[in-house]
């Protein structure tokens, strides 16, 4: 494991992007951070600006305009950076796959490495998703 690899997985700093969802995910998302879930005794933290993050969590289906805008927070993140789609229009774009302004779903736009299906997803298993692909990333090579 290189040293940006082994930095990265200790302390992930997370930014969160709600790319057109319903705010359910978005929630859910938050719960995380409470004391119940206390998804920081993971390292995990929710920090304001992309320019910082090891890692974007997106929510809802990308229409037309957040499109641009999801590829223009991409570029401005440092790399590597990993992509977690957050709930089914992330993943799928669940009930806006017909959609007049819902052209693709968020893997043919950005790379995503870590999907966490649900709608919404439940804290747990974000928890879960992102601790799996923290680890994965750890026996990486
Ligand atoms: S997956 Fe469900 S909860 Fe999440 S943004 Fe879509 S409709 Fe809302």
Redesign the pocket.
Known sequence: MDLRTKALTKSIWVFHVSAG?????DIEILDCFTPRFDIERFGIQLIGSVRHADAILI???MNRKSVKRMKKIYEQAPKPCVVVA?????LSR??FRFSYNVDEPLDKILPVDLYIP???PKPEAMISGIVKLVNKMRKRK
């Open positions: 969802s319903c705010n359910n995910c929510t809802g289906a957050v709930g089914q229009c992330a669940h009930m649900g709608c919404p």
